[in-house]
């Protein structure tokens, strides 16, 4: 079984500065890519002054169900809620969802922060789905990773094949060990980086080479390791970060693409 999926902050699908509409452009960005299951964070499920501001170019439904059309499948989790609207994560798969939750981590009221869990049956198998954006802090990070990891335990069987993905504000990498250790998952850019010269002094003093997460923000110039996909039961055919062309405007973020193979 072959996989192609992909992680995405669509920042509610507009501009950063101004708040201009992008979702029609994402729509037609995300159908050119082609993932079996995109992981989204930042999806707008109402917003109603947009709706009255750009009638024409903002759509009447939720960004997720405008992005799964009539080809996919989607489930939402609304996290953060407001007088004239709310926003959270979703998952829109080429499969049929059997079932799906939305759990509330948010750390303190400032941010509303939830994972957003997914059962997808690819060809007689359950692929278990966490959808995740932690928070800004990273006290709270490792809390909310904490109640991940949780979640995976109680809601997963333990040989059960799994992906999660998303937006993890992790810029230092503090939080991938505690996953590793604890849920035995691996990230897509699981591989030691060769290049560069401190690389080369530390293989020649007999040090292991680091291993990083890709860059994907800001999306025009990536500096900052933010986004993961964390797997279970999969062997990672490849991965990129898709951060040129129409992708260095749609959202501040830039999306993961990973081709996998279930092990």
């Not at 278990?128 to 802090?137: M, S, W």
């Amino acid at each position: 079984m072959k996989l192609r999926v992909a992680t995405y902050n669509i920042h509610k699908g507009v501009t950063s500065f101004g708040g201009r509409p992008r979702i029609l452009a994402l729509k037609q960005a995300l159908a050119q890519l082609d993932a079996d299951i995109l992981f989204l964070q930042e999806v707008q499920g109402r917003h109603d002054l947009n709706a009255l501001r750009h009638t024409s170019n903002w759509p009447q439904q939720g960004q997720h169900e405008y992005l799964a059309g009539e080809t996919h499948h989607s489930a939402y989790g609304m996290n953060a809620v407001y007088d004239h609207g709310h926003h959270g994560n979703a998952l829109i798969s080429r499969f049929a969802i059997a079932s799906f939750r939305n759990q509330d981590v948010s750390d303190h009221s400032y941010e509303s922060r939830g994972i957003l869990h997914c059962v997808v049956p690819v060809d007689g198998v359950e692929v278990h789905c966490y959808v995740v954006h932690l928070g800004l802090f990273a006290g709270g990070r490792r809390r909310q990773t904490a109640a991940l990891i949780e979640a995976v335990r109680s809601s997963s069987p333990p040989d059960a094949p799994l992906i999660i993905a998303g937006d993890f504000n992790d810029w230092t990498n503090q939080l991938s060990k505690m996953l590793y250790q604890r849920i035995g998952v691996q990230e897509v850019f699981d591989q030691p980086v060769t290049k560069g010269l401190m690389n080369g002094l530390r293989r020649l003093g007999g040090l292991s080479t680091p291993i990083r997460p890709a860059r994907t923000f800001p999306a025009m110039l990536p500096w900052l390791r933010l986004d993961r996909i964390y797997l279970r039961g999969f062997k990672v055919h490849k991965a990129e970060v898709l951060s040129e062309g129409p992708w260095a405007r749609l959202s501040d973020h830039a999306p993961i693409v990973s081709e996998l193979q279930l092990a």
